[in-house]
């Protein structure tokens, strides 16, 4: 029977909660995704991202709350549900000892693809992921980059409408990093729903329709992310000094002048000041500084970016868990 909920969400979400022994991982998580939009879900390592995956993939069960997924419950229709999702992980479906059509290969025939399609749609995937050179090597011989493409085509063998993407540039470099990108981009203009899990604040910036950030097991702010960064002001004035003394001095000083906590900058010798990007208001600032006696060595002003959300709204920069 299919007891298909009519909506217009990819992804309704209520009161999800998870716990591994004491530890809770998912304190109760609400969320609404649009069908055909790219969602982010960020935070910090051990934040519980893989584990919100993993349920709504059907993958494990929540102890509580309820998801509906493409129109389908995960805990009425989960085999309805896995029909319509692909999934890229952190652990890939990529076997190593075959080649990368091989993998495609055995991919169609588990997704029923049709047998006379088949071949087809592999040669489309090889073109589509620039693998056409090394389709008949062993997946062994691939470089990071070339695994997570293989691992996202086979993904969309079986036409999935929603897709998640696990934390899919983890460990890749720039110009790879770049390259997928590029790849998630084609998808979405395709039409499919991508949830997206990253600890990569660029990326969500690039990527994401909307963007969720998880802290302690709560969603703790979702918007745009111009909404979020809007959330910390419009712009910032980024200041870099040559010693940490310096910066504790700069830091002191600014206290009377900007009246909230500065969150740190990309390393410990920079500051990010909340300010409007005119004269008056960056010379203020660094008047204040020099009558102190410390002049940065370096003055830029910038759009914040979702660090400084993060900071805004956490009051710690992104923490990894110890
Ligand atoms: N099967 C499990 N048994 C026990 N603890 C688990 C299990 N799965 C996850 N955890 C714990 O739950 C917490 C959240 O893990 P999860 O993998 O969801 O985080 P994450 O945000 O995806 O982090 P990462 O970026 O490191 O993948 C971690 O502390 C992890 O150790």
Same mark, same amino acid.
């Given at each position: 029977m299919n007891t298909a909920i009519a909506t217009d969400l990819a992804f309704d979400v209520r009161g999800l909660r998870k716990s591994f022994g004491a530890q809770?991982?998912? @304190? %109760?998580?609400?969320?609404? +995704?649009? *069908?055909?939009?790219?969602?982010?879900? $960020?935070?910090?390592?051990?934040?519980?991202?893989?584990?919100?995956?993993?349920?709504?993939?059907?993958?494990?069960?929540?102890?509580?709350?309820?998801?509906?997924?493409?129109?389908?419950?995960?805990?009425?229709?989960?085999?309805?549900?896995?029909?319509?999702?692909?999934?890229?992980?952190?652990?890939?479906a990529v076997d190593e000892l075959l080649t990368g059509a091989e993998n495609l290969r055995l991919?169609?025939?588990?997704?029923?693809?049709?047998? @006379? %399609?088949?071949?087809?749609? +592999?040669? *489309?995937?090889?073109?589509?992921?620039? $693998?056409?050179?090394?389709?008949?090597?062993?997946?062994?011989?691939?470089?990071?980059?070339?695994?997570?493409?293989?691992?996202?085509?086979?993904?969309?063998?079986?036409?999935?409408?929603?897709?998640?993407l696990d934390e899919p540039t983890t460990g890749l470099d720039p110009r790879s990093r770049r390259a997928m990108w590029d790849i998630v981009r084609t998808l979405v203009a395709g039409g499919v729903t991508l949830f997206l899990t990253t600890q990569y604040l660029e990326e969500a910036d690039q990527l994401a329709d909307r963007v969720a950030v998880l802290d302690g097991g709560r969603i703790v702010a979702e918007g745009t992310p111009a909404e979020?960064?809007?959330?910390?002001?419009?712009?910032?004035?980024?200041?870099?000094?040559?010693?940490?003394?310096?910066?504790?001095?700069?830091?002191?000083?600014?206290?009377?002048?900007?009246p909230i906590d500065l969150p740190a900058g990309g390393d410990e010798l920079e500051l990010r000041v909340p300010t409007p990007a005119n004269g008056a208001a960056v010379r203020s600032v660094l008047n204040a500084l020099a009558a102190a006696g410390v002049e940065p060595s370096e003055v830029t002003t910038a759009a914040p970016d979702l660090d400084d959300v993060f900071f805004a709204l956490t009051g710690a920069p992104t923490k990894e868990e110890s």
């Open positions: 809770t991982v998912l @304190d %109760g998580i609400d969320l609404s +995704i649009g *069908r055909g939009s790219v969602f982010a879900l $960020l935070g910090p390592n051990g934040a519980g991202k893989t584990t919100t995956v993993q349920i709504l993939a059907t993958l494990i069960k929540p102890d509580e709350g309820t998801a509906v997924v493409g129109g389908h419950s995960i805990a009425d229709e989960p085999s309805r549900v896995r029909r319509i999702i692909g999934v890229t992980g952190q652990f890939s991919m169609a025939r588990l997704r029923h693809v049709p047998k @006379d %399609g088949r071949e087809a749609l +592999i040669e *489309r995937l090889l073109r589509q992921f620039d $693998l056409v050179d090394v389709a008949n090597k062993s997946a062994a011989t691939y470089s990071g980059g070339m695994r997570r493409r293989l691992d996202l085509a086979m993904t969309l063998v079986g036409d999935p409408q929603i897709i998640f979020l960064k809007a959330a910390v002001g419009e712009e910032q004035l980024r200041l870099r000094f040559a010693t940490a003394e310096e910066v504790g001095k700069a830091r002191d000083v600014l206290a009377a002048v900007v």
